[in-house]
């Protein structure tokens, strides 16, 4: 894998909490969201056919910057920046459905 730069998106997973989340480089936040729908319905199918007994799973979309907040460059929770919006989905619809 290569070595993120400002700006590179990727989808945090956690299909069952308490695991570890899995992560999927993604171009844009439009396909990180679709990315997220997907996951999504696949662990739903799995509860409603009784391949899990139950799921609690969590994700979202991250963004590399230059500081983290710990004065280093990583991952941070994506948000838009001029609008301040957090939840990607609510960002894409207000763009008209594309990034």
């Known amino acids: 894998m290569s070595t993120p730069q400002i700006g590179d998106l990727r989808v945090w997973w956690v299909p069952q909490i308490p695991m570890p989340s899995f992560n999927v480089p993604v ?22 056919h009784r391949v899990k007994g139950d799921y609690a799973n969590v994700g979202g979309i991250q963004r590399w910057c230059e500081d983290n907040g710990d004065d ?13 919006e957090d939840d990607p989905r609510v960002w894409l619809e207000a763009q008209g459905g594309e990034s």
Do not use: C, K
């Open 27 to 48: 171009t844009s936040v439009a396909d990180g969201v679709r990315i997220m729908e997907i996951l999504a319905s696949y662990d739903d199918f799995q509860f409603r």
């Open 72 to 84: 280093e460059p990583g991952w941070e929770d994506w948000y838009d920046e001029e609008t301040g």
